[in-house]
Every structure is written in structure tokens, then in C-alpha cells.
């Protein structure tokens, strides 16, 4: 986030977004997610993954991050996969910049990402 609005933020149209972070108190995450609404960026992805945070804080809000997510982002046409084990968590899947990512899913549940090297 802290290259959002300079020419160092990613060209996302048609991309995969994932998102990940280690320390998540609720109201930072509200705030990167508010500003990536702001420039467009959920209707120029393609597909969102959500990693789940190491260590997220709720600061006494009553929803999760789940809830939050679908509060800024809506319905969307494109999957949304969220609390994915590949931030700093145990397990965690390492996914490389630039992958080629392709999603299987049945009706609301994702069965299998297969990442192609």
C-alpha cells in the first residue's frame, strides 16, 4: 500500500490481487482496502485471494475480516478467497510474483489453486 498511487504500484487489470499481511489490527485493513476501492482496484482485478493474517486484531469490532472484505469489496463476478495460508502463518504456501495461477472451485468452495511454474 505504501506505493499506491505512485507509478511503483502494479499494473492489476485483468491480474490476480493477493493480499497479505502480518500484523492486521482491523482498522488498518479497513483502511488499505478503502483506499484500494478508491482506485479501482477491485474492478480491474480478475480474481482476489485474501491471506490470512498472522496475527489479526479485531480492536473490538463486532465482525471479522471475512465481513469487512465483502463490506468494501461487494459482489463481485470474480472468486474471492479469503483467510488463504500463504502469509505469515503455519502453513504457509510461498506463491512467487508473476505466477500463473488458475482456480478450481464448485458452486461457493474452492477445491484446488494449481500454481504453474
Excluded: W
Amino acid at each position: 500500500m505504501s506505493s499506491a498511487g505512485t507509478d511503483y504500484f502494479p499494473d492489476v487489470q485483468g491480474k490476480v490481487l493477493l493480499i497479505e499481511e502480518m500484523d492486521a489490527p482491523l482498522s488498518k485493513e479497513e483502511r488499505s482496502l478503502r483506499q484500494l476501492q478508491l482506485m479501482g482496484v477491485f474492478d480491474k482485478i480478475e480474481d482476489l485471494i485474501m491471506g490470512k493474517p498472522e496475527n489479526l486484531k479485531l480492536e473490538g469490532a463486532p465482525f471479522g475480516l471475512n465481513e469487512l472484505l465483502m463490506e468494501i469489496i461487494g459482489t463481485r463476478k470474480y472468486p474471492i478467497i479469503s483467510e488463504f495460508d500463504c502469509s505469515h502463518t503455519i502453513p504457509m504456501h510461498t506463491i512467487r510474483q508473476h505466477s500463473l495461477i488458475s482456480f478450481e472451485a464448485n458452486g461457493e468452495y474452492l477445491n484446488q489453486i494449481k500454481i504453474h511454474s
